[in-house]
């Protein structure tokens, strides 16, 4: 078990965006939920939040997640009322430890 798991207090569910045959030569596109994940959801640092307004990036949060979590950039992070869009991740320098996924919360109209 990864050293980190104690620390993921939070479940996602993870939905990824999947083309799949019609059947008749074309394509159905949809999200759909390709499974769930523990992670803990954390604000950038003011450190980050600096990087990131000098580059214009969208990054409003960092999710850490177990090593072998499922998650990829353009999938989505979904929570009641919130979803967060994975925007890229990330190994640490010790391969095994956590997964860090840099995410942008997406609002959503009421």
Do not use: I, K
Request: aromatic share 8%; glycine share 6%; proline share 3%.
């Amino acid at each position: 078990m990864s050293r980190v798991s104690r620390l993921l207090n939070q479940t996602v569910n993870v939905w990824r965006y999947t083309r799949t045959s019609d059947g008749m030569g074309g394509w159905v596109a949809a999200w759909v939920q390709v499974g769930t994940a523990r992670a803990r959801l954390s604000q950038r640092s003011a450190r980050e939040r600096t990087a990131a307004d000098q580059t214009t990036s969208r990054l409003t949060h960092v999710v850490y997640l177990l090593p072998d979590a499922d998650v990829r950039r353009g999938d989505e992070l979904r929570q009641a009322g919130r979803t967060f869009t994975v925007l890229a991740t990330f190994e640490p320098s010790e391969p095994g430890t956590y997964l860090r996924a840099d995410c942008e919360v997406v609002q959503t109209a009421a």
